[in-house]
Nanobody
Framework: QVQLVESGGGLVQAGGSLRLSCAASGRTFSRYSMGWCRQAPGEEREFVAAITWNTDSIYYADSVKGRFTISRDNAKNMVYLQMNSLKPEDTAVYYC??????????????????WGQGTQVTVSS
């Protein structure tokens, strides 16, 4: 069992930056691939970024590649999403998630077993 709590969302102007954090509890955190997904109003939840348990594989959605960076600290049970050059279309609720899957399957939101409550990110134009 893994419990996830996100923080760091807020309101930012286009071109600005935010850093999201996800605190995980549970002794087996380091065994999970971790991901960030987002959901805008009226839209389906979509994959944003993921990192495998040993950080040897990292994946990004094409829409955020080059602007967002995912990282994790297994010693602290933390996952981060650094978001730069934010655009209004990045506005969404961002969710931290944990998956027992690995490889390219972590780009599918359906493989995640545990979810946080979400944090709102709003980018104004």
């Amino acid at each position: 069992q893994v419990q996830l709590v996100e923080s760091g969302g807020g309101l930012v102007q286009a071109g600005g930056s935010l850093r999201l954090s996800c605190a995980a509890s549970g002794r087996t955190f380091s065994r999970y691939s971790m991901g960030w997904c987002r959901q805008a109003p009226g839209e389906e939840r979509e994959f944003v970024a993921a990192i495998t348990w040993n950080t040897d594989s990292i994946y990004y959605a094409d829409s955020v590649k080059g602007r967002f960076t995912i990282s994790r600290d297994n010693a602290k049970n933390m996952v981060y999403l650094q978001m730069n050059s934010l655009k209004p279309e990045d506005t969404a609720v961002y969710y931290c998630a944990a998956s027992s899957s690995s490889g390219t399957s972590v780009r599918d939101v359906r493989v995640y077993d545990y979810w946080g409550q979400g944090t709102q990110v709003t980018v104004s134009s």
